[in-house]
């Protein structure tokens, strides 16, 4: 068969998935990422490691798909967006580890510049919000810090264009590029022209010249280098996404109104705003969805971001000891029919959509000397439930329609949590097929610009979901909401 390869660098991991000419899966490889915390707040990757484990895992899939005579046409990237790396593209070295989206070390910065009243600006042109979660005070910090003093070639970027540049050759001849998905989540491209601002870059002091050149979503990036990775040599990078994007094209979600939700190491709705920049809504933030280049116009989506909820599971297995894989944490809370009074709020990075406030932390409260595991467990879930619904509900605040949510992310194989949902959101939720839809989108549009599907309409039929969750009575559901909102103000 005629494969595409998707190449996924998550936050806790990089993954190689490659799908079939019907969209369906058909080999992947994955391995975990190292994580940083050297300071409270901090949280950092090594981008050479992020870089190996990318090689690692495409060489293993390529290898298999070799042994099988299928033929790879074409490679997609998708990545945490807004993780931040300085390098030297004459010597590929780095003087500073990657600073991770979730990273708060430059919260005082933002609010400093919220302060001297930029924000309305900042709004106007990027459709962002003054927080540390974005990329553009990152590169102000790692400047500051001197992580580009000496080199010869000073690169500022997000993961895409570092993981683009490593394939295509690096530093012989690597193409230094990005795209407007992840280019506008930086605080500095305009989202009406889809280029970088002159007047965002003066404000944040980024120099230009340092950034990569921004290109549609779908194109031909480069050729994977055959020294590199032989087995896929001269195979065309033909599309680029940042992760939340790359889910939304993988859930089909090709029409204004229509919602996804990743469950993922955070939450994250966006919603199809169109093919023009929409009115900005207060809770939310405007975004690229993608430029699928010759293929169609331009898409912008509004976005909820929760910075915590995969990763309060992995927290449960990996601190508390209160479990010992993720997967037993829906048994482990359904065994319980509530969560005994205990409320939990995963501000471990702060709070994202719609309450954006960096300075909250982490809060676990209501325990008697009744709490069970079963009850935390269930306190978690339903804080994943609960953030999504804050999200949903600025979405009808805002005068966004919502139909129904169509849910992916590893989280989302929880039937209890995605029950949860429907009836805490008011929407139907459908579960995708591919609980892989961030790695799925970038493979459809690297197949899309590589001709192995013709267009929008032969994508969308690919689509399908497992299950399907209606709205029960709220009236509980509401009481515990309450409970739950009074907890995020003591966060």
């Given at each position: 068969?005629?494969l595409?390869?998707?190449?996924?660098?998550?936050?806790t991991?990089?993954?190689?998935?490659?799908f079939?000419?019907?969209?369906v899966?058909?080999d992947?490889?994955?391995?975990e990422?190292?994580?940083?915390?050297?300071?409270p707040?901090?949280?950092?990757?090594?981008?050479?490691?992020?870089?190996?484990l990318?090689?690692?895992?495409?060489?293993?899939?390529?290898?298999?798909?070799?042994?099988?005579q299928?033929r790879?046409?074409?490679?997609?990237?998708t990545?945490?967006?807004?993780?931040?790396?300085?390098?030297d593209r004459?010597?590929?070295?780095?003087?500073?580890?990657?600073?991770?989206?979730q990273?708060?070390?430059?919260?005082?910065?933002?609010?400093?510049l919220?302060?001297?009243?930029a924000?309305?600006r900042?709004?106007e042109?990027?459709?962002?919000?003054?927080?540390?979660?974005?990329?553009?005070?990152?590169?102000?910090?790692?400047?500051d810090?001197?992580?580009?003093?000496?080199?010869?070639?000073?690169?500022?970027?997000?993961?895409?264009?570092?993981l683009?540049?490593?394939?295509?050759?690096?530093?012989?001849?690597g193409?230094?590029?990005?795209?407007?998905?992840?280019?506008?989540?930086?605080?500095?491209?305009?989202?009406?022209?889809?280029?970088?601002?002159d007047?965002?870059?003066?404000?944040l002091?980024?120099?230009r010249?340092f950034?990569?050149?921004?290109?549609?979503?779908?194109?031909?990036?480069g050729?994977?280098?055959?020294?590199?990775i032989?087995e896929?040599?001269?195979?065309p990078?033909?599309?680029m996404?940042g992760?939340q994007?790359?889910?939304?094209?993988?859930?089909?979600?090709?029409s204004?109104?229509?919602?996804?939700?990743?469950?993922?190491?955070?939450?994250?709705?966006?919603?199809?705003a169109?093919?023009?920049?929409p009115?900005?809504?207060?809770?939310?933030?405007?975004?690229?969805?993608?430029?699928?280049?010759?293929?169609?116009a331009?898409?912008?989506?509004?976005e909820?971001?929760?910075?915590?909820a995969?990763?309060?599971?992995?927290?449960?297995?990996?601190?508390?000891?209160?479990?010992?894989?993720?997967?037993?944490?829906?048994?482990?809370?359904?065994?319980?029919?509530?969560?005994g009074?205990?409320?939990?709020?995963?501000a471990?990075?702060?709070?994202?959509?719609?309450?954006?406030?960096?300075?909250?932390?982490?809060?676990?409260?209501g325990?008697?000397?009744?709490?069970t595991?079963?009850?935390?467990?269930?306190?978690v879930?339903?804080?994943?439930?609960f953030?999504?619904?804050?999200?949903?509900?600025a979405?009808?605040?805002?005068?966004?329609?919502?139909?129904?949510?169509?849910?992916d992310?590893?989280?989302?194989?929880?039937?209890?949590l995605?029950?949860?949902?429907?009836?805490?959101?008011?929407?139907?939720?459908?579960?995708?097929?591919?609980?892989?839809?961030?790695?799925?989108?970038?493979?459809?549009?690297?197949?899309?610009?590589?001709?192995?599907?013709?267009?929008?309409?032969?994508l969308?039929?690919?689509?399908?979901?497992?299950?399907?969750?209606?709205?029960?009575?709220?009236?509980?559901?509401?009481?515990?909401?309450a409970?739950?909102?009074?907890?995020?103000?003591?966060?």
């Amino acid at each position: 068969m005629d494969l595409v390869l998707a190449l996924d660098a998550g936050t806790t991991g990089v993954r190689t998935v490659a799908f079939g000419p019907d969209g369906v899966e058909v080999d992947s490889a994955y391995q975990e990422l190292t994580q940083y915390f050297p300071e409270p707040g901090w949280v950092e990757h090594d981008p050479h490691e992020i870089a190996e484990l990318a090689v690692a895992t495409l060489r293993e899939v390529a290898t298999r798909i070799a042994a099988l005579q299928h033929r790879v046409v074409a490679l997609g990237i998708t990545n945490q967006r807004e993780t931040t790396v300085a390098f030297d593209r004459a010597t590929g070295q780095t003087r500073h580890r990657a600073i991770v989206w979730q990273d708060r070390r430059t919260a005082s910065f933002c609010e400093q510049l919220a302060a001297d009243g930029a924000l309305p600006r900042v709004r106007e042109i990027t459709g962002l919000v003054l927080d540390s979660y974005f990329s553009g005070t990152k590169m102000r910090w790692l400047l500051d810090h001197h992580a580009t003093d000496g080199f010869a070639n000073p690169a500022l970027g997000t993961i895409d264009s570092y993981l683009l540049w490593t394939l295509s050759g690096g530093v012989n001849g690597g193409v230094f590029t990005t795209e407007p998905s992840n280019a506008s989540r930086t605080l500095l491209m305009d989202l009406r022209t889809l280029a970088w601002s002159d007047e965002m870059c003066e404000l944040l002091a980024v120099p230009r010249e340092f950034l990569a050149t921004i290109a549609p979503s779908a194109h031909h990036f480069g050729d994977v280098d055959a020294a590199l990775i032989p087995e896929l040599a001269g195979v065309p990078i033909a599309a680029m996404l940042g992760d939340q994007q790359a889910a939304l094209f993988g859930q089909a979600c090709f029409s204004p109104g229509m919602v996804k939700a990743t469950y993922g190491t955070g939450s994250f709705i966006l919603a199809n705003a169109g093919a023009t920049v929409p009115a900005l809504r207060e809770g939310l933030v405007t975004t690229v969805a993608w430029d699928a280049g010759r293929h169609a116009a331009p898409a912008y989506a509004y976005e909820g971001s929760a910075f915590v909820a995969g990763a309060a599971i992995q927290w449960l297995r990996d601190e508390l000891g209160i479990i010992k894989s993720a997967p037993e944490i829906g048994p482990l809370a359904e065994s319980v029919p509530d969560s005994g009074g205990v409320l939990f709020v995963p501000a471990f990075t702060g709070l994202g959509s719609p309450f954006w406030r960096s300075d909250a932390r982490g809060v676990l409260m209501g325990l008697s000397s009744s709490t069970t595991k079963a009850h935390i467990a269930r306190a978690v879930v339903e804080s994943l439930a609960f953030q999504v619904r804050a999200m949903t509900d600025a979405f009808a605040s805002a005068g966004v329609t919502l139909s129904e949510l169509r849910a992916d992310g590893g989280a989302a194989a929880m039937n209890l949590l995605l029950d949860l949902q429907a009836t805490n959101s008011r929407l139907t939720v459908r579960r995708s097929t591919s609980l892989e839809a961030t790695a799925r989108g970038a493979a459809l549009m690297a197949g899309l610009e590589a001709g192995l599907w013709s267009d929008l309409d032969e994508l969308s039929s690919l689509w399908s979901s497992s299950a399907t969750f209606e709205a029960n009575d709220p009236t509980i559901a509401d009481l515990g909401y309450a409970s739950w909102l009074d907890a995020t103000e003591r966060a």
